[in-house]
């Protein structure tokens, strides 16, 4: 157990407290509402038991520390220097909460103002904050941003923004917006549909580039047609793909959102991971979430504190920009670690492995007869193929090779039954490459 | 020390990290791709593997976690982290699962989080439990869009208003607008308790749903609760509980026996899966039978001894989060409940209650304590006495920092002028208890002998206080290139 009174001390503090048993504390509380005995539950295990049964459990999972992982769609095998845990697992860290005490929380708010500095430096925007729950949720609070700044209600949303961010959004705007859905056209945005789409009402359009098919969308073209309408324009975006590529605020979006998981965070079948929300400083009253600022103490001396906190729920209840209060703090520190590890050339370098990788492994699988690429368009990890069979064969053929395959498109799209999209990061060798190509070779060849 | 920012410590020129040589063709990146979309400035720092451990070392060392010392943050249940929860969701089998991987490869974690759904069905007397929420906040959304589909479904009509107690947490109103309702604020009465003639006032059949935290935010079981289930049942109401303050009754009462349709309760705190500087945490929802086909998708269900992932949910509201939740957390909080066992939680919610009562007695010759009567897991005291001498609550937090203590929670309640909302948990000793308690006692001392020792702490800190105002008129928020 890890209480620390004994009964001793207990007795004493009843008797302090003035109660003759712990009994007389409970005098508010219904008899016949309370638990008579114990809850049906086990009884206590100690670590011995537990480490026992659950490495047990962990063990029938299959994962990506013991087999080659191909498969991305919003969350990604990127590896994770060793320094993240050390430092992240300190528990100061970890067995803190919300710096609502500035002064004795000086190191966590560092830690999120630096946070801050590097989403804005990798997006290219000047306000970010100190984190969302997730890629699905930011988007979805970038949707009601959007609709506060322009007092418009209505989104449209490219077809090749990733399935579950999609969904997660309609949750959200259930009953506050009306939301438009423009089908892709083959693997990107259609643009024409997009313009078709949008009208006087529209408060923002949300594209996603590397879109979910792994494609780059035209950012600018699709930027271009959010604001002839003034409407906002939403981009979310891989992390890892902005150490190479150009953020979509140079294109002129005016909100970046995306899924920091890639950033250092194992993959833990989804989650904890962490999102972020960066945008010009003209919106930050309006942005959601956690906001640190760097200020001076009474002496002057340079200090850190939550700031623009009317914005928050705490102060503005039924007002406020958002109702998120705990939020992804450990993640995000994690993801501060992890980009100030990489640094300006290390990110780079990750972003340049993953592309020429994920080049390599698609040449390769269209040289495969009867394999075929399915969109023509450029693209940076990720990429889909037509296969001449079910992905979800191929798939069991490559388990038995070690290999987590890529996703099974059919299941999302009926347009694309047979195709597969297949993610390839820095951690992968030439030699995992060549085994996936090979075995999905064979398999095609006795199929 | 101050400590400077990772981009002061950045020098031109460090390498970045090191990866394997690139062996695949070295095909060049502008033959890859459009050149107009290669980027090129990055505003990244430069420093080395070793600065950075220094750096987030330090940094560690300047920020206050439970580990360090007493930390009684009310409504947040900052109680021990057991070291085994983070070692169990580190297993490779849990911490590198692909969450598209097929259910046929994901037994484990499945069964985790079925597992983990029965005990908590158990431990607060449901039906049935998503665990897909993030946070506290996202699972109370979820609750109200479920609410709003179940009454859509009963009478075609959602209803347009929810009741909210005016000693309620900020999320509850913050997410019942998001579900697109309106809300109405319900009084507390001289008991600070809801009061039930403005509860009976205020409900009919235009009302959704009624937030309730029970304890409530005083640290106060609302008594008459089968009373108020009672009320709000007859009109059609669904009850609605914030498990914030699960930690209060966790062994002892279950709220589904009280009436309650629909429930969150965060993980993080009563489950103790730390809070990570801020989060992530996880937010449980669960729900009596009826309200049950409305939970978020995909759930988990067993079908012949395995476990899959059920996405084929016609009334669900949907997702809420982009995969299945913070999974992370969910490791930790099934190995702290299996941990304590049943004898074991039991204790949790005994020792928090005569805890926060040992403060409260210590403190009530001291301080102002506006509803003085045994509390459940946690206690508000009112600094309003020293106003006159120009001695606020958020100044005692401050000067608490002094003695070496994180503060509680500062002005919340609302109802409660000056509140300090002190929550110990039961995991902690008696003689930090004392400790506290003393230092409370020695504060309100100064307070009135020499106030501007106490309005202007801290004072034994590497800063002072901070200048907010000044964080807001000039406002910085990012290290500019
Ligand atoms: C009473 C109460 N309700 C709701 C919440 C919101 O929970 P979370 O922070 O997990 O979103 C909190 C916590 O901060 C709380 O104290």
Redesign the pocket.
Known sequence: MFHSITPDEEQDMLKTIGVSSFEDLLVEVPRNIRVKGLLDLPPPQSELELRRRLKILANQNINADNTVCFLGAGAYDHSIPAIIPALASRSEFTTAYTPYQAERSQGLLQTIYEFQSMICGLTGHEVANASLYDGASALAEAALTAMRITKREQIVVSGTIHPHYRGVLKTYLTSVGKIIEIPHANGVTNLKGVKDAINGNTAAVMLQSPNFYGCLEELSAGIQIAHDHKSLAVVSIDPIALGLLKPPSEFGANITIGEGQGLGNPLSYGGPYVGFFATRKEYVRQIPGRLVGRTIDTQGRRGFCLTLQTREQHIRRDRATS????NQALIALRSTIYLAVMGKHGLRAVAEQCLKKAHYTYQQLCNIPGVAPAFPHSFFKEFVVKLPCSPATVNQELLHAGIIGGLDLGSYDPALTNHMLISVTEKRTRDEIDRLVDTIARHIKSA | MIEPTIFELSREGRPGYLLPPLDVPDTPVEELLDPKVIRTPLHLPEVSEFQIVRHFTRLSQATFGIDQGFYPLG??TMKYNPKINDEIANLPGFAHLHPLQSPGQSQGVLQLIYDLEELLKEIAGLDRISLQPT??????FAAMLMVRSYHQQQSGNTRTKVLIPDS??G??PASAILAGYKIEVVKSGPDGLVDINDLKRLVDTDCAALML?NPN?LGLFEREIVKISEIVHAAGVQLYL?G??LNALVGMAKPGDMGFDVV?F?L??TFSTPHGGG?P?A?ALGVKSHLEPYLPAPTVERQDNRYILDTDRPQSIGRVATFYGNIGILVRAFTYISRLGHTGLRAVSRLAIVNANYIRKRLENHYHIPYNRPCLHECVVSAKDFKSNGVHAWDIAKRLLDYEFYAPTVNFPLIVEEALMIEPTETEPKASLDAFCDAMIAIANEASSAPDLVKNAPHTLAVSRIDEVTAIRQLDLREAP
């Open positions: 109702n998120i209060c705990t | 409504s947040c946070a506290g906040a996202q699972a109370e309620a947490h999320t509850n935290t935010t914030d914030a303050n969150h965060n993080h705190k989060g945490g937010g």
